[in-house]
């Protein structure tokens, strides 16, 4: 990571994004650059700013990322898959959504113009307002980006987070125009009997619908486009119905409505407990954001690896050593050649070698349940001893997946000797272990410091480490 400052802040004009911006005492990431205008994330919301603001408040520091040939996202590909997969099912759910709806107009014999018409605004409403809720809940969406920026007095988060934006001061309007969109939707497919009594629902909407028009011109000042659309169907269902003559009183039932109306404020606390539930997991996200911001600075680190227990170990202590012996941090693993947790153990540090080999070296020391097994210690010190640092990996691999079963099988297959070097190696492990007391397994230490229960062994390949 690379931090500059311009002294000429329209020097920006030169510089290619993305970048992060220091900008209002926070961070900005900045995606674009166009036309004037600056696209950047802020607080998880995608913002379009005049180029002229975006000076005025940004400090001039910004951050770049230093690229190389091994420049590349954390399992990009991995995250690229979950991605693809994760559009694929949201594409999917709207495509089953629409077929059953075709297929419901064939077989039921609704396939009218005026159903046609009717289903078809409705659906326009259940998509806008569900965009709405995206907005409320600040999930990232282009297609809502893309709607609230339609006027040049816009901000739909102004007009949603407004005094007057929740009913009774608990249910957002987002969510009763979304459980009203979703609930006359349904029912209309049940059967056009019910489209009369939901005309008279909609009817109650519409005086809304103007206060709403009101309020944004006259008491927000600024217009939230997807609302507007929103209220624009209220009218266009109006009139459709009473284009169509579902103004019918004659054969009105009051039991209905009563379960009409039941439909639909079971409908609003299922989707308002739905959010608060994502809502809560939402902030439970950013909350463990936050903790990993605090957790990967350096001072933090240092201060809770240093509160530790100390043990005395030195590159002396065991000669299973794999990745870089000259690196400044030692990671010494106290490991049981039969314990599961420390098999899982294992591949998480191959793995963490695989992305940082050259910070660490990681010191392998064996212990054992009892003295009958300690010839597991012996073999896995004979493999190094005989293969080497990096064909000992693969025999450790192996024997954590499956040699450790067939213990007498593994010894032979690999032509594994337990000589003087190997028993001597074994007894400066268990001199060791006896010195220090230590049992638990897997046990990590980071040059001799227990590593702190607030991190994660992967935690280490984002960290830099400075031990001057």
């Not at 408040?57 to 951050?63: A, P």
């Not at 991605?83 to 709207?94: H, R």
């Not at 490991?335 to 070296?361: G, I, V």
């Amino acid at each position: 990571m690379l931090a500059i400052r311009l002294k000429d802040k329209q020097q920006v004009l030169n510089i290619d994004p993305p970048f992060i911006a220091y900008a209002s005492n926070d961070f900005v990431l900045v995606k674009q650059i166009k036309n004037a205008k600056v696209k950047c994330l802020f607080n998880n919301e995608y913002l379009d700013i005049a180029l002229e603001e975006f000076v005025s408040i940004w400090s001039g520091v910004l951050l770049m990322i230093e690229t190389n040939d091994r420049t590349i996202e954390p399992d990009y590909f991995e995250n690229r898959k979950r991605e693809f997969i994760d559009k694929m099912l949201s594409n999917l759910l709207w495509i089953i959504a629409l077929l059953i709806c075709v297929f419901y107009f064939v077989f039921v014999a609704l396939f009218t113009m005026e159903s046609i018409a009717i289903l078809s605004a409705l659906l326009g409403g259940i998509y806008v307002s569900f965009l709405l809720l995206q907005k409320q809940l600040k999930v990232q969406s282009a297609y809502a980006d893309k709607l609230c920026s339609l006027f040049n007095k816009s901000n739909c988060n102004s007009v949603l987070e407004s005094d007057a934006a929740k009913f009774l001061g608990v249910f957002s309007w987002s969510e009763i125009g979304f459980a009203y969109f979703v609930s006359t939707f349904f029912m209309c497919l049940v059967g056009t009997s019910w489209i009369s009594y939901c005309t008279w629902i909609n009817v109650c909407a519409l005086p809304f619908s103007l206060w709403s028009v009101w309020y944004q011109r006259f008491k927000v000042k600024q217009w939230c486009p997807m609302c507007l659309i929103v209220m624009g169907i209220f009218w266009l269902l109006f009139i459709m119905h009473l284009y169509f003559g579902y103004f019918n009183i004659q054969s009105f039932d009051l039991v209905k409505l009563l379960w009409l109306m039941m439909l639909y404020a079971l409908s609003l606390l299922i989707i308002h407990q739905s959010l608060s539930i994502f809502r809560a997991a939402l902030s439970k996200q950013e909350l463990v954001y936050e903790l990993n911001n605090v957790k990967m600075n350096e001072d933090v680190f240092m201060a809770l690896l240093k509160s530790n227990q100390y043990y005395d170990v030195l590159l002396s202590t065991s000669h299973i050593m794999f990745g870089n012996p000259k690196a400044k941090t030692l990671i010494t693993i106290l490991t049981n050649p039969h314990c599961e947790p420390c098999a899982k153990m294992h591949f998480r540090l191959n793995n963490l070698l695989n992305k940082a080999s050259d910070k660490y070296c990681i010191q392998y020391i064996f212990s054992s349940f009892n003295e009958s097994l300690s010839i597991s210690n012996k073999i896995l010190i004979a493999a190094y001893l005989r293969y080497g640092m990096e064909d000992t990996v693969k025999l450790y691999d192996k024997w954590f997946k499956e040699g450790k079963y067939k213990i007498s099988t593994f010894l032979d297959q690999n032509n594994l000797e337990i000589n003087e070097s190997v028993e001597q190696e074994y007894l400066a492990h268990e001199t060791w272990i006896k010195k220090t007391k230590l049992r638990t397994t897997p046990t990590i230490l980071i040059n001799g410091y227990e590593l702190p229960m607030q991190y994660k062994i992967e935690d280490l390949g984002l960290l830099e480490i400075d031990w001057n």
